[in-house]
């Protein structure tokens, strides 16, 4: 099962046990924004089962329509019978020739109704990519007005707005901030995939802080063995070309001391040092046998 699909699984739990008021505005949400809602066509397409049942189970419930659901491939379609649309557009606010679909607020007739209708809408048209992948909620809808006002909902519930954009001729509301994602979930009735998310999104954090530490850490023995090899090239030249009791004290045992320990830090040198030297006075000194190497 998709992380989408089991959302939606669980989303059909959540409003198993919800006032009659929020039943019908969950209802309604599906309808709306299922795959047509009009007097010339009425149905929902979906690939649950479980889904289709429920609806089917809605209409016949509040005496409101009776539906066919049939198989339609790997997909549940249910066919609300021509003699009920008409009904159901009323019973929801609607008229027979409406040219672009909206929302009827008046289905809202307490406080959790909005957030009723929203997991309707989640169910009938919405998916969340798995957190693993990437972070994505969207809603579709087939009018821009509709997807608008869906936007103007999820305000009035207390989310952030979604983005707007048209993909092959469907309007998207969608999320792609985690935090926004976990925030929906979260009141649409699926806390066990907002656990998810949050669980998967601190590993995501935790691995890239881990990545970042080992890179860090990489890159500075990189750095330490670079700068090392340069050193011992230019102490092996200097002893080659005038040997090292040529150099004074100073130099003299800096350069035995990164020859003696050809992996050691400029901290540990420093701490190896006979008369402790710091950190930045053995940098110093090394750099100038690096100039004193290279000078003709």
């Given amino acids: 099962m998709s992380f989408s699909a089991g959302v939606k699984t669980e989303l059909l739990r959540a409003g198993a046990e919800q006032e009659l008021c929020c039943a019908e505005a969950q209802l309604y949400g599906t309808l709306l924004f299922g795959r047509d809602f009009s007097s010339r066509s009425m149905s929902l397409r979906t690939e649950s089962r479980a889904l289709a049942d429920y609806v089917c189970a809605q209409l016949h419930e509040i005496e409101l329509a ?87 909902i999820l305000e009035e ?20 901030d985690s935090a926004q994602i976990e925030d929906a979930l979260a009141l649409l009735g699926a806390q066990l995939a907002m656990l998810d998310l949050v669980t998967v999104k601190i590993e995501k954090d935790m691995r890239n802080n881990v990545n970042r530490i080992v890179n860090f850490e990489v890159a500075n023995v990189g750095r330490t063995s670079a700068a ?20 004074p004290p100073s130099l003299r045992e800096a350069a035995l001391l990164r020859e003696e320990n050809p992996e050691a830090s400029l901290q540990e040198l420093s701490e190896l040092s006979s008369h402790s030297m710091t950190r930045s006075g053995i940098n110093h000194r090394l750099k100038r046998l690096i100039a004193l190497s290279e000078a003709e």
Avoid: M
């Fill in 66 to 152: 009776s539906a066919q659901l049939r198989q339609a491939g790997r997909k549940w379609e249910v066919v609300v019978r021509p003699e009920d649309r008409l009904r159901v557009l009323e019973r929801f606010g609607h008229g027979q020739n409406e040219v672009s679909l909206h929302i009827a607020t008046e289905n809202f007739a307490c406080e959790n109704c909005r957030a009723a209708f929203l997991r309707g809408a989640f169910l009938a048209c919405a998916a969340v990519t798995a957190p693993e992948r990437q972070y994505h909620l969207e809603f579709a809808a087939g009018y821009k007005r509709l997807a608008r006002e869906l936007c103007g």
């Fill in 228 to 247: 090392a090899a340069a050193q011992l090239l230019a102490i092996q030249r200097l002893r080659q070309r005038q040997g090292l009791d040529s150099l």
């Fill in 157 to 176: 519930v207390g989310l952030p707005t979604p983005k707007l954009c048209q993909r092959n001729g469907v309007w998207l509301a969608y999320y792609k």
